[in-house]
């Protein structure tokens, strides 16, 4: 590892663990016993830190994601869990996403701009797929589940309902919106993985007490 890649991977971690704001560049620099200088050097200032740090959380989670559903055979089970996997990331994801909005939105544009249009180009192959395979209906059109998908997360993300201590209602929120939704959509196939793979993904939630 660079030692570029080695300070990315380090102020990442305090980024999550300690917040945006309150991580500076002589935090940074003293936790891994170089100067600022140096910091400056490499990145120029902090929002390009900043920026190469949450570029580095996002690629660690897809590769460990990735690693993950190499185990499963069927693709609607395949996007179950890989929205299980960003719904349990959701408060982290939510605080940090919250706070580059308000303390830095260039760095925010930014990471939505190059970010944003893979993840929902990732989503829509996944619903594409699963209408192939026959887990959906022809008529779900990926274009609008995938609106609909988006629009649902991040609504219950942004509620004003839920503070920094309700992270576990957040994702229960979430949880039911996202999976009814797509059971919904389903096929009498679709439903028969949806049904068998819940409490596997998503715990304590029951599925049934929603029908």
């Not at 719904?87 to 760095?107: C, D, E, G, H, K």
């Amino acid at each position: 590892m660079s030692q570029r890649e080695n300070i990315i991977e380090h102020a990442m971690n305090m980024f999550v663990s300690q917040g945006i704001k309150a991580v500076r560049m002589d935090d940074i620099a003293r936790e891994l016993s170089i100067s600022k200088r140096t910091l400056y050097e490499l990145f120029g200032d902090k929002e390009e830190l900043l920026y190469q740090s949450i570029i580095c959380f996002t690629r660690m989670g897809n590769e460990k994601r990735q690693e993950q559903i190499k185990q499963i055979d069927n693709r609607l089970e395949v996007m179950i869990f890989a929205l299980r996997d960003m719904i349990t990331q959701t408060p982290i994801a939510s605080r940090l996403r919250r706070n580059m909005q308000r303390f830095y939105p260039s760095v925010y544009k930014r990471l939505e701009d190059d970010l944003t249009a893979q993840h929902r180009e990732n989503m829509r192959m996944w619903i594409k797929h699963c209408v192939k395979d026959g887990y959906l209906t022809a008529t779900a059109d990926s274009d609008y589940v995938l609106k609909i998908l988006i629009d649902s997360t991040q609504g219950i993300m942004y509620a004003d309902s839920f503070d920094a201590h309700e992270t576990q209602e957040m994702v229960a929120y979430i949880s039911y919106a996202i999976v009814i939704f797509i059971r919904g959509l389903c096929t009498p196939k679709g439903i028969e993985v949806i049904d068998s793979t819940f409490n596997k993904y998503f715990g304590n939630i029951q599925l049934s007490s929603t029908l």
